[in-house]
């Protein structure tokens, strides 16, 4: 069965306390991207990669991290947390004709 | 830079009867995919249907389908016999491969309540 896992699916952190919110996928796909989702936003793209060690800034990078050492896995890493990144997280895995498939989200909330 | 515009934050719809959902898009491409999501409550982003701009059929799935008016920007989502499993937000989203980067750009979402 395809899927993609994200841990943890809820966190409640304070502010400058990193963290570390994982992706992880069993479809062999290269593509994968973090979005946040934010009331009256829809969802925007932080970062992507198109395969292992290619990694690239999407529309809102600021204060976020991602590595992709192997191709299954691609942590989200906040380094230095504040209230203003308190929203849910998505990962998502592109799979053929532009369909991309999303993991379950993580909630996250900054004090 | 794309764009993508839902203008309806909220619609309802009794249960079986019809619904549409606006969407409306900018870019300068010419080949790309538009896409509807559906977010239950679970919070799970699920697809519901795909199309791809260079077919000038409409993409349907079971009682979902679209209207897609590709001189006009527009992509519309038609829900039929609406059941109360409907109820969710709704985003459209566009494809985009400008400048390299692979992304969905989202709308901003229209929430379907579904009366009984």
């Known amino acids: 069965e395809a899927q993609v896992t994200q841990n943890p699916r809820y966190l409640i952190t304070v502010t400058g306390k990193k963290l570390t919110v994982t992706c992880s996928q069993n479809m062999n796909h290269e593509y994968m991207s973090w979005y946040r989702q934010d009331p009256g936003l829809g969802l925007r793209q932080i970062y992507y990669s198109m395969n292992v060690e290619v990694t690239d800034k999407g529309d809102v990078p600021e204060g976020y991290k991602v590595s992709r050492k192997e191709k299954r896995n691609f942590p989200l890493i906040l380094e230095s947390p504040s209230p203003n990144q308190t929203s849910l997280y998505f990962c998502a895995v592109g799979l053929n004709l532009g369909t991309q498939y999303f993991g379950p989200g993580t909630r996250l909330l900054v004090l | 830079a794309q764009t993508v515009t839902q203008s309806q934050p909220e619609m309802s719809v009794q249960e079986a009867e019809t619904v549409t959902l606006s969407c409306t898009y900018d870019?300068?491409?010419?080949?790309?995919?538009l896409f509807w999501y559906k977010q239950p409550p679970s919070r799970q982003m699920i697809l519901v249907i795909r199309?791809?701009?260079?077919?000038?059929q409409n993409a349907t799935e079971n009682r979902f389908s679209v209207n897609f008016q590709k001189a006009a920007k527009s992509f519309s989502l038609k829900i039929s016999d609406s059941q109360l499993g409907d109820a969710a937000m709704y985003f459209c989203?566009?494809?985009?491969?400008?400048?390299?980067?692979?992304?969905?750009?989202f709308g901003q979402g229209t929430r379907l309540t579904i009366n009984p």
């Open positions: 199309q791809e701009a260079y077919k000038q």
């Open positions: 989203a566009y494809r985009s491969e400008q400048g390299g980067a692979q992304k969905l750009v």
């Open positions: 870019t300068s491409e010419s080949d790309y995919y």
